[in-house]
């Protein structure tokens, strides 16, 4: 057994003489750029290096510096703030026009309903007067209109009054209403 603990502590020291080689030689290598060979990327044969910013030599510098960056990071914050305010105004104001335009057409819608349904009740009621008219009276005053005005009359009334009224018409003003009752809807398209 004295035999076996021998050998144990001859080793000992022997593995640590190795062990102080292996740190030296890394150490030196280390201090050759061998670490920077060592770290780079796999496939690249350029060394990883650390980017670091230079540190400014006097504190105060990096104060200042830092209170300027926060300075322009404050104004810009506010800028935004300022547009954000005049984008919101901007967009009130235009809801407010909408608002007011909307308004504007339904008046207009209204005004043109009212002007159509007055213009509507006048025609009907000249019609009716002159269907309460003598069909010769009617005719004298149709000999007297424009020929599409009268004509327009015409469509409006009884046939059998506006038949009348026509026959009470000389020959060219009776044709031509007819010519321009005929035409009205040649032009509208068929399909």
Do not use: C, W
Not at 88 to 100: C, G, P, S, V
């Amino acid at each position: 057994m004295t035999t076996r603990s021998a050998r144990p502590r001859a080793a000992a020291p022997v593995l640590v003489l190795l062990a102080a080689i292996f740190f030296t030689a890394g150490i030196s290598r280390l201090g050759l750029g061998v670490a920077e060979v060592i770290a780079a990327e796999p496939g690249t044969n350029e060394p990883v290096v650390a980017v670091t910013d230079p540190a400014p030599e006097d504190p105060t510098d990096l104060f200042l510096a830092l209170r300027a960056r926060e300075a322009q990071l404050v104004e810009a914050e506010q800028a935004l703030v300022e547009r954000q305010k005049l984008l919101q105004e901007a967009e009130r104001d235009l809801k407010r026009q909408m608002d007011a335009l909307d308004q504007a057409e339904q008046r207009l819608a209204a005004t043109l309903t009212m002007t159509e349904s007055a213009a509507e009740n006048d025609l009907t009621l000249l019609t009716n007067m002159f269907e309460n008219m003598k069909p010769v009276q009617a005719a004298q005053l149709f000999s007297e209109m424009d020929t599409e005005f009268a004509a327009g009359f015409m469509a409006r009334m009884r046939p059998d009054f506006a038949g009348e009224v026509m026959a009470n018409l000389k020959p060219m003003q009776a044709y031509a209403i007819s010519a321009v009752l005929a035409g009205r809807h040649a032009r509208t398209p068929r399909n």
